[in-house]
Each structure stands twice: as C-alpha cells, then as structure tokens.
C-alpha cells in the first residue's frame, strides 16, 4: 500500500519588493562529461522508443539531428544534464553533459526499453500482429523521471495537444535554464531543461494565464511540486502503487497517472482511460465499433492483460483510425478572459 502524504504541505519561497523572484539559471560546461556504448537485446527504433517523450515538434527539451540522433534535456536527481543518442549499426553511442550525465548514461538502458519484454505480447488480432511484424523495434521506455513526464502530462489535461504543447514550450523556455553542453548553446535551437519545483512554483499567475494554462491545470501543477520528491519515489514502485501515490495529489487522475507512468516506469499495461478519442480508435480496430466507451474499449483489450498499454501503441502505429464526422476540440482563447 502506498505511504500517505499531505500534498497541501506548503513550499518557502522568495519575495523581494513585493515580486515573486526566480533565481538566475547557472551555466554549465560544455565539456562532454561522459560517454556510453550499449547493445539492445534486440531491434531498436530509436524514434519509436523515444518519440512518445516529445511533446510536440518544438519542444525545447527535446531534439533529433539530420545524422539520426536524438537529443534530450532532463532534469535528474543530480541535476541538470544533456543525453545524446544515436544508433551504429545495432548499437547505441551516448554522449551526455552537465551534473546530471553520469545518472543519464547509467539509466540508458532503461531509456531504450531494456526492462521491456516485447515477446511476452501475443496477437490475436491480424491488425495488431502485422503491426508488430512492421514494428519490430518497438520497446518501451522507462525514464525513471516522474516529473518531467507529469507535468505536461497535466497541461495536456482536456485540451488540444497544440494548447499544451505551446504551454510548456513557453514555459520552459522561461523558467527553465539552458540545457548544459552544445545543446544549450551551439544547436540552431537552443535546448532547456525545464525548471526545478521551486521554480514551477514561482511562476506568476499571469505567466501561467500568457501561457494558455488555466487556473485548474496550474494549480494541480504546484501542488504536485510542493511533494516533488514523493512522486519521484513513485519511479521505483509497482504500477498499481505508483498510480496511487500520484492520485493522492488533487487534480491527478487515472488518465493523467497513466500517461506519465507509461513514459517513467514503462508500464506496458496502464491503459489511457478518459482520453477523448483512444476508445473510438481501438473499438474501430478491433472491432469496428468508432463508438465504443472505455469500458467497451478495455473489454476488447482484456485478452491482452499485462499488455494492454503497448496493444495500444501498435493501433495507434497501424495507422487504422475512424474518419471524422464530428470537429476536432476548438482551442480556447485565454487571452480573451
């Protein structure tokens, strides 16, 4: 059972002459402070396995290069740093930067789905077993990072992906601080690594509303801040007792819960409940039903119990989705509040 805790526990910050005051970001070296070789067990598709960790194709965290790489800024336990990682003929070469690169190289494997046991899924439908033959190198990611993946994840709550991408492109480019080694300073586009709690919780409530973020969505951010350091415990539990422990902060449900623990622990059978269009899409795949609910939607993914999660992702992959006869969810103006 998890551990209980009070998540209205207030934080310290720091007011000087009436305003709220955002430390100055450090800079770090450009030295490249470690490198990395690893051999995946299998096929890998680097783009497959981490292009679920990209939140929209301006996100300031995240980068792929015309020589294949891909480049990301985290925030880790030890502090900031930069991974890049590219594919040579089977194998994975890691270079990282910055406080934070040696706990990115040593969770390497875990970021390129070496947890992941994509044998143990059988097909029983020809949809999904011609989308594993086409994606034989597809493995789950385990970042091991709670944060980093609840976070949008909650400004992704019951608005356009275009709205909450623009939020914490925006955001992160503010608060946040210049990603350490060449990505923060010598790309085209300058990578960030995204702030740390007390930062998230220093933001204005103006910055948040010129962000496009509502009060809901900001407020359940700074509440998840403030117990920081109890939801990245998260990253080492149970999927069941995870999912509790972020349920615990109000404003975090199953649907969020499921989409940050797919990307920090991959967990291959959180399904996506209270999405707006994933039931229609996998009741039209598997059975031709663009209305099914979610419960029609988990009883046709029941066959694939400890699954569920990549049953998903390989629908999604086919390509197989209903036509649209409705319009797509209008963004909302804020600014005009």
Known sequence: MASRFDPRTPTRTTVRGGHLHVPTPPTHPAQNTGTRHYTPPGPLDLGLVLGPLRRGPADPT?????????????????????????????????????????????????????ADEPGEFAPRHRLLAESVRRRPGLRLTRTGLVLESLIPSILEQKVTA????????????????????????????RMYVMPDPKAWALIPSWEWHRAGVDAKRSSTILRAVRVAGRLEEAAALPPEEAAARLHLVPGIGPWTSAETLQRAIGAPDLVTVGDLHLPGIVGYALAGDRTADDAAMLELLAPYAGQRHRATRLILLSGRTPPRRAPRMSPRDFGAL
Request: aromatic letters at 8%; hydrophobic letters at 35%.
């Open 162 to 189: 275009d709205e909450a991408y623009r939020g914490w492109r925006l955001l992160v480019r503010k608060y946040g601080e210049p990603a350490p080694g060449p990505a923060g300073d010598r790309m085209p586009e």
């Open 62 to 114: 995240f980068r792929t290069t015309p020589d294949g790489s891909v480049w990301r800024a985290s925030r880790t336990p030890d502090g900031p740093g930069t991974l890049r990682v590219a594919l040579r003929e089977g194998r994975a070469e890691a270079e990282a930067w910055g406080p934070g690169a040696e706990w990115l190289l040593g969770h390497l494997p875990g970021l390129l789905g070496d």
